[in-house]
């Protein structure tokens, strides 16, 4: 998708600071953090909100959360707990239409969210 932020991410067209990556999946660091660990898990793939995932995506949906468990390894988040957390949808709070997993962790976190 010529104009999606996080496809210009994939193909470094733009710099993000990536903390790891599989095959399918990306994972960098949030340009505007909420905690200490703010990372965000993409597929490479263009997948513009949750309800638009398919069957034929469900390996790559799982790549996803794989690579957000080598995340929170590597951010030490371990025991200490942490959020993995998709917006969906304008009212959803989703700003960039790709989806992203937020890995978010390295403070204390309250529930529910706003
Ligand atoms: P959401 O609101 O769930 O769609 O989250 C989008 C996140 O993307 C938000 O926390 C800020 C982040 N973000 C927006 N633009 C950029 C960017 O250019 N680079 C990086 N690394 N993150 C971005």
Redesign the pocket.
């Known amino acids: 998708m010529p104009d999606c ?1 996080f496809c210009k ?1 994939v193909h470094r067209e ?1 710099p ?1 600071d990536i903390v790891c990556e599989s095959e399918h999946a990306l994972a ?5 953090p909420v905690a200490p660990t703010h990372v ?1 898990v993409i597929p490479k793939k263009h997948i513009a909100t949750a309800n638009d995932i398919s069957p034929e995506d469900k390996d790559v949906i799982g790549e996803l959360y794989l690579l957000a468990q080598k995340v929170i390894e590597i951010e030490g988040l371990i025991s200490s707990g942490h959020r993995l957390v998709m ?1 969906v949808g304008a009212g959803g ?4 239409f790709h989806i ?1 997993l ?1 890995v978010i962790g390295g403070r204390s976190l309250s529930w529910p969210p706003g």
């Open positions: 932020l991410i733009i993000a960098f660091r949030d340009i505007s965000l917006n709070g989703q700003s960039v992203h937020h």
